[in-house]
């Protein structure tokens, strides 16, 4: 019959023969996953600190997303009587609906630093660098849905922290730009309203790169995801180019990204080639903006009306230009 050896103290024994594991004084169950943690936060903040063990501060986190969504409830439900409430106290619509933005934008900020800090928590139980997920497709979707997703769970913060806040800004516009539109008519004429008219302005030129930006965050997601040396940190991937230089030569390392920039060349050429032989849809556009213009200048706004009007401008001038 075999013996079997069982040890009872694993890091001691490999102490006593000099050897250290990477997660030494770490249980190995302590180690928490960064991409859990960070996704449990954005769908329920404070979930993912108490993932990573910091109860207390989850508990806090949740107790300011309990107190935001029973604040929205109210305003949902009795946003008359609450209306009714601030005049009696000299505030007008304009000036609780500046207030409700200001509180929107600042829980949206909330909501992404809440689920960064979870990553950082997480991060930190670790003894060994993250290395993102297994799945290449989950990226993908992710990054899709919300950009700077997919980077965190690649195990890029850095990347996912700057398209976390385009993110951030894009939800903003998306929800602002409807709601201002419905609720302008009932916005009295004040200081409040021309703020509310910047906003508006702003989250309107912002809006139409919010798709752009999460097909940019997908793609980058699916390509870190599909090429695991992409994970590395910046100063690893430079020397890892330059071994790879030394190793195979000039013309065979750079070859792949020679192979990419006439590709991307040969696109550009394509699109430009047909620009003046395709029909120009600048009379299209132009008539839906001067219907666009008309209808906000009818409900008192000036800032976005003269701004299309400058565009329409430009573009009719440019349009006469290349007929003569």
Same mark, same amino acid.
């Given at each position: ?79 008359? /009587?609450?209306? &009714? $409430?601030?005049? #009696? ?5 304009? %000036?609780?609906? !500046?207030?409700?933005?200001? *509180? ?113 965050? /997908?793609?980058? &997601? $699916?390509?870190? #995801? ?5 994970? %590395?940190?910046? !100063?690893?991937?430079?020397? *890892? ?84």
């Amino acid at each position: 019959m075999e013996k079997a050896w069982v040890i009872q103290d694993a890091d001691r024994h490999f102490y006593r023969l000099g050897i250290r594991r990477a997660t030494e004084g770490l249980p190995f169950a302590d180690q928490k996953n960064p991409a859990t943690a960070y996704t449990l936060s954005l769908f329920f903040c404070g979930a993912g600190q108490s993932y990573s063990g910091r109860r207390m501060k989850g508990v806090l986190f949740q107790v300011f997303m309990l107190l935001f969504l029973m604040g929205t409830a109210v305003l949902l439900l009795f946003g008359e /009587s609450l209306l &009714a $409430l601030l005049h #009696s106290y000299g505030v007008g619509p304009a %000036e609780a609906f !500046l207030a409700a933005e200001i *509180l929107l934008f600042c829980a949206l900020v909330f909501w992404s630093y809440n689920a960064a800090d979870a990553y950082d928590a997480a991060v930190k139980t670790r003894r060994v660098p993250f290395q993102g997920v297994r799945s290449r497709a989950l990226p993908l979707i992710c990054s899709l849905l919300v950009p700077g997703w997919g980077q965190y769970l690649n195990g890029q913060p850095r990347k996912g922290a700057l398209l976390s806040i385009l993110a951030v800004l894009g939800i903003f516009s998306l929800l602002t730009v409807p709601a201002v539109l419905f609720l302008w008519p009932e916005l009295e004429p004040s200081r409040a309203r021309a703020i509310l008219e910047s906003i508006f302005a702003a989250t309107v030129l912002y809006a139409p790169f919010v798709p752009v930006i999460a097909l940019l965050s /997908s793609y980058d &997601a $699916l390509k870190v #995801s599909m090429d695991d040396v992409k994970k %590395e940190s910046l !100063l690893d991937r430079v020397m *890892l180019t330059v071994s790879r230089i030394r190793i195979e030569g000039w013309m065979r390392s750079l070859l792949p990204t020679t192979r990419s920039a006439l590709a991307l060349a040969l696109l550009l050429g394509l699109v430009l080639f047909f620009k003046d032989r395709a029909p120009d849809p600048a009379r299209y556009y132009n008539a839906q903006l001067i219907g666009a213009r008309t209808w906000l200048e009818e409900r008192g706004m000036t800032i976005v009306p003269g701004f299309i009007g400058k565009m329409v401008s430009g573009t009719t001038a440019g349009h006469e230009e290349r007929e003569t």
